[in-house]
């Protein structure tokens, strides 16, 4: 599934950011500066709402984010993340497949 959800970035005294998503339980990330910022929100996030689908967890609805109250320094980002793509490259799960081979390859 693919969602779209704003952050919203907070300056902190020494420099970094913390990232806050509003719509989603939990206390959020942080990083070293925006790009830093955008990559950790996003895996933040995607793991955040992975586990929501897995468990049955109903995913919230995303804030508009030209409606959100933020401080004066705050700045407000939209990320998109994918949990089909979390997925596919995270899920360990092994399936069983059965494998015909010619007489002749047998040793």
């Known amino acids: 599934m693919k969602y779209v959800y704003p952050a919203i970035f ?49 995913i919230p609805k995303p804030s508009d984010a030209m409606a959100l109250v933020v401080l004066k320094d705050d700045a407000v980002t939209l990320i998109s993340v994918d949990t089909d793509d979390y997925r596919r490259f995270y899920g360990n799960k092994l399936i069983k497949k059965t494998l015909n081979i ?6």
Not at 41 to 58: F, H, R, T
């Open 102 to 107: 010619p007489i002749l390859l047998q040793k």
């Open 10 to 58: 907070r300056p902190e005294p020494e420099g970094n950011y913390h990232v806050i998503f509003p719509d989603i339980d939990g206390a959020g990330t942080c990083g070293d500066d925006f790009s830093d910022c955008i990559e950790m929100g996003s895996d933040w996030l995607c793991l955040k709402l992975y586990e929501a689908e897995e468990k049955g967890i109903p």
